[in-house]
């Protein structure tokens, strides 16, 4: 299972940006997509998630400014961010809990980083 992400940038505080992420590869079933990000000197932490049943989870530091929406038909997932602040700024990585054709069980896998930078 291959993910690839899309949409980062330079942004200046209180712009959007919007960032996706596609899973290809013999991919079974998808039961969770999402984000997370790591600014420098700091833990990976969860962005944003959306299960195949469509229930979300946010990052109480994006709530009413991130949205995160998939089509779970094609495997891919978006992350809508409005009012950007520096604290921001990080790499943003896309993950999907899947299962593959002939491989038993759900296993994660993960996109390389896509850079969010929010600086004037």
């Known amino acids: 299972v291959q993910l690839q992400a899309s949409g980062g940038g330079l942004v200046q505080p209180g712009g959007s940006l919007r960032l996706s992420c596609a899973a290809s590869?013999?991919?079974?079933?998808?039961?969770?997509m999402g984000w997370y990000r790591q600014a420098p000197g700091k833990q990976r932490e969860l962005v944003a998630r959306?299960?195949?049943?469509?229930?979300?989870n946010y990052a109480d530091s994006v709530k009413g400014r991130f949205a995160i929406t998939t089509n779970y038909a094609n495997n891919t997932v978006w992350l809508q961010m409005n009012s950007l602040k520096p604290e921001d700024t990080a790499a943003y990585y896309c993950?999907?809990?899947?299962?593959?054709?002939?491989?038993?069980?759900?296993?994660?896998?993960w996109g390389q980083g896509t850079l969010v930078t929010v600086s004037s």
């Open positions: 993950y999907a809990v899947a299962a593959r054709r002939g491989v038993l069980g759900f296993f994660d896998y």
């Open positions: 590869g013999s991919i079974l079933s998808i039961n969770d």
């Open positions: 959306i299960t195949s049943g469509g229930s979300t």
